[in-house]
C-alpha cells in the first residue's frame, strides 16, 4: 500500500515560516492535496494540484511537490494557522485514496 | 451555498449494521464524484468509500471492503453508506465529502457520529 508519511508536530514562532512535509516514494508523480483541521472542525482543503489555493485562502498558504517529499509552506505563522494538517493523494495503481498521517502544528 | 449534511449516525452493537445518509444541495449533484472519510477519536482521516457521479464506479478502503457499500440518488442529491458487520474500529465521525476535478475534497459535511459498543 502507499504510505504517506508527515512529521507528527511542528513547532513555529508566530511571523516566523512553517514547512510541513508530505514524504512518499515518487510522490513528485502524483497530485497532493493539503488540509487544516482545526479541533471539532471538519477539514478545510487549503491546497490543491500541489501549489493551487482554493478562494479564500491566505496567500501565506503555498505548496510545493518533488521527488519523494510535498511540502505545505505557511509563511507569517499566526496563531489561528495552529491546526492539524493532513496531505491526500489519489494513488492510480490501487484506485485508493491516501491520506497521510497529519501534522499537528503549533504556534508558540 | 453548497451544503452537505449528513444524517443517520448513532449507537450500534457490534456485528450491527447502519446506514448514513448525506443530503446536499447548493449545486449539481450528479456532476460531482462523492466520498465518505472517516476520523476515529483522537486519530487522522482515513478514506474509506468512493463514487463516480454516474455511480456505476465505486472503490471501497481494504478495511471496509465486503462490508460497507456506498450509493447515490442523483434524482435526490443524496449519497448513502450501508454499514454492515459494525467491528469497534468503525467507531469513528463519517464524513460526507465532494470531490473537486483535481481529486481533492472541497466541501465537507459536519460528520455524522458512529459509535459501536455492545
Given at each position: 500500500s502507499y504510505v504517506l508519511t508527515q512529521p507528527p508536530s511542528v513547532s513555529v514562532a508566530p511571523g516566523q515560516t512553517a514547512k510541513i512535509t508530505c514524504g512518499a516514494s515518487n510522490i513528485g508523480s502524483n497530485s497532493v492535496h493539503w488540509y487544516q483541521q482545526t479541533p471539532g472542525q471538519a477539514p478545510v482543503l487549503?491546497?490543491?494540484?500541489?501549489?493551487?489555493?482554493?478562494?479564500?485562502?491566505?496567500?501565506?498558504f503555498s505548496g510545493s511537490n518533488s521527488g519523494n517529499t510535498a511540502t505545505l509552506?505557511?509563511?507569517?505563522?499566526?496563531a489561528g494557522d495552529e491546526a492539524d494538517y493532513y496531505c491526500q493523494v489519489w494513488h492510480g495503481s490501487s484506485d485508493h485514496v491516501v491520506f497521510g498521517g497529519g501534522t499537528k502544528l503549533t504556534v508558540l | 451555498q453548497v451544503q452537505l449534511v449528513e444524517s443517520g449516525g448513532g449507537l450500534?452493537?457490534?456485528?450491527?449494521?447502519?446506514?448514513?445518509s448525506c443530503e446536499t444541495s447548493g449545486f449539481i449533484f450528479s456532476d460531482y464524484h462523492m466520498s465518505w472519510?472517516?476520523?476515529a477519536p483522537g486519530m487522522g482521516l482515513e478514506w474509506v468509500s468512493s463514487i463516480?457521479?454516474?455511480?456505476?464506479?465505486?472503490?471501497?478502503a481494504d478495511s471496509v471492503k465486503g462490508r460497507f457499500t456506498i450509493s447515490r440518488d442523483n434524482a435526490k442529491s443524496s449519497l448513502y453508506l450501508q454499514m454492515n458487520s459494525?467491528?469497534?474500529?468503525?467507531?469513528?465521525?463519517?464524513?460526507?465529502?465532494?470531490?473537486?476535478?483535481?481529486?481533492?475534497?472541497?466541501?465537507?459535511?459536519?460528520?455524522?457520529?458512529?459509535?459501536?459498543?455492545?
Amino acid at each position: 500500500s502507499y504510505v504517506l508519511t508527515q512529521p507528527p508536530s511542528v513547532s513555529v514562532a508566530p511571523g516566523q515560516t512553517a514547512k510541513i512535509t508530505c514524504g512518499a516514494s515518487n510522490i513528485g508523480s502524483n497530485s497532493v492535496h493539503w488540509y487544516q483541521q482545526t479541533p471539532g472542525q471538519a477539514p478545510v482543503l487549503v491546497i490543491y494540484y500541489d501549489s493551487e489555493r482554493p478562494s479564500g485562502i491566505p496567500e501565506r498558504f503555498s505548496g510545493s511537490n518533488s521527488g519523494n517529499t510535498a511540502t505545505l509552506t505557511i509563511t507569517r505563522v499566526e496563531a489561528g494557522d495552529e491546526a492539524d494538517y493532513y496531505c491526500q493523494v489519489w494513488h492510480g495503481s490501487s484506485d485508493h485514496v491516501v491520506f497521510g498521517g497529519g501534522t499537528k502544528l503549533t504556534v508558540l | 451555498q453548497v451544503q452537505l449534511v449528513e444524517s443517520g449516525g448513532g449507537l450500534v452493537r457490534p456485528g450491527g449494521s447502519l446506514r448514513l445518509s448525506c443530503e446536499t444541495s447548493g449545486f449539481i449533484f450528479s456532476d460531482y464524484h462523492m466520498s465518505w472519510i472517516r476520523q476515529a477519536p483522537g486519530m487522522g482521516l482515513e478514506w474509506v468509500s468512493s463514487i463516480k457521479s454516474s455511480g456505476t464506479t465505486v472503490y471501497y478502503a481494504d478495511s471496509v471492503k465486503g462490508r460497507f457499500t456506498i450509493s447515490r440518488d442523483n434524482a435526490k442529491s443524496s449519497l448513502y453508506l450501508q454499514m454492515n458487520s459494525l467491528r469497534h474500529e468503525d467507531r469513528a465521525v463519517y464524513y460526507c465529502v465532494r470531490a473537486a476535478g483535481s481529486g481533492s475534497y472541497d466541501y465537507w459535511g459536519q460528520g455524522a457520529l458512529v459509535t459501536v459498543s455492545s
